[in-house]
């Protein structure tokens, strides 16, 4: 049976010189196409597996070292990253007919048509890539319904714990006026405090449930983050960490309600600040994608501890601590998002472990909103 599947591998060399290494298409011969479809079938994670699924060929070998993962990490602790890692760049990288531009195939190939292994392959890896999509929707559903039944049970919750809590600071104070003993006036103001420190946490939970009804308008973005910056001056002094504030070369201007981002933009700040040690910095600052002249960008860049992944997607929840990677506890990030999301803009966490944590936010411009608004009106009938 020959060998030809009429099917190749793009293989990238990795070089230091850019374009001094130009990708090359090796042919893939059938079994090794069966090899590799059974490697993504089975969710195989070590790189090694697949090389031997794939009957050690010479083309897969040279394809694994181009993708920078050891073919000797059988079971290995990142055998499974690295599996995930490889169904990627084998989506991207397997190709049947016509070669992409600029990869030249080498050595030649006699096959005229693709065979059926090379298509057991790509419906293989088209399986692969559906049930990724099917997992990242449900992870992404399942988010959302876990954060909506959070804001109704915090808005609930708040409201009926609200009155009671009111009650007892009252009658509290009522005994504090005319209370002489200086242990029982300490007691009492402990019950006050604690029970305004109870009224203002159940506050937050309640903004974070139904967030006030935004006002947009027109919000210079370099005065959203000076007001930012100069909000959590005491804080970054106290904890020794600088707060930089680096204005974007243009002026940028959001349609955004102002209140509601500065105190999202604030809390996302004093996150940053909790995170970083004494000495280090928080910058802040702005930028208009060049790709997108409907958004604009505000950074915040803190080098503390970072987060792992399940930090990440947790990071967002109300009352979540992540203080083993270095985060607050509260509300601050799940508030932040609450407050940008009503605003009409979206919250991104780009972090890792060690290396510190960077919260992009974008905000509707205003500049884009008025180009929209001009360009329906004038394809308007």
């Not at 000797?72 to 397997?94: I, N, Q, T």
């Not at 960008?297 to 979540?320: K, L, Q, S, Y």
Request: proline letters at 6%.
């Amino acid at each position: 049976m020959s060998q030809d599947s009429g099917s190749w591998l793009v293989v990238r060399p990795r070089s230091p010189v850019p374009g001094a290494c130009e990708p090359t298409a090796l042919p893939v011969p059938r079994q090794a196409c069966l090899g590799l479809a059974r490697a993504v079938l089975a969710g195989e994670g070590a790189p090694a597996r697949w090389l031997a699924l794939a009957g050690d060929d010479a083309a897969v070998e040279a394809w694994l070292a181009s993708c920078a993962v050891p073919t000797e990490a059988r079971g290995s602790s990142s055998a499974e990253d690295a599996g995930h890692v490889l169904m990627l760049r084998l989506a991207d990288d397997f190709v049947v007919g016509t070669l992409p531009d600029g990869v030249q195939a080498a050595p030649a190939t006699n096959a005229a048509s693709p065979s059926a292994e090379a298509l057991l392959l790509v419906e293989a890896i088209a399986q692969m890539r559906a049930c990724a999509r099917l997992s990242r929707h449900f992870a992404e559903s399942l988010q959302a319904a876990r954060l909506e039944a959070a804001r109704e049970l915090a808005y609930g919750a708040g409201h009926e714990i609200n009155n009671p809590l009111a009650n007892i600071a009252t009658r509290a104070q009522s005994l504090l006026l005319d209370e002489r003993d200086a242990e029982r006036r300490r007691r009492l103001a402990a019950i006050v405090d604690q029970s305004f420190r109870a009224r203002d946490m159940i506050g937050g939970l309640m903004l974070f449930a139904r967030p006030p009804k935004p006002a947009p308008g027109d919000a210079d973005v370099d005065a959203i983050m000076a007001a930012a910056a100069a909000s959590v001056a005491a804080v970054a002094e106290a904890r020794g960490v600088r707060c930089e504030v680096q204005r974007c070369a243009e002026p940028l201007v959001a349609f955004v309600d102002r209140v509601l981002v500065e105190d999202a933009l604030r809390a996302i700040v004093t996150n940053a600040l909790e995170a970083t040690a004494e000495g280090g910095a928080v910058v802040i600052s702005a930028a208009a994608p060049a790709a997108d002249p409907l958004w604009c960008e505000i950074m915040v860049v803190d080098h503390g501890a970072g987060m792992d992944d399940a930090t990440m997607r947790r990071a967002f929840d109300p009352f979540f601590s992540g203080r083993e990677a270095g985060r607050g506890a509260g509300l601050g990030l799940s508030k932040a998002w609450r407050f940008i999301e009503a605003s009409g803009g979206t919250v991104a966490l780009t972090s890792r472990v060690g290396a510190g944590t960077a919260v992009t936010v974008r905000l509707p411009r205003s500049a884009g909103r008025k180009a929209s608004l001009a360009c329906l009106v004038s394809h308007a009938p």
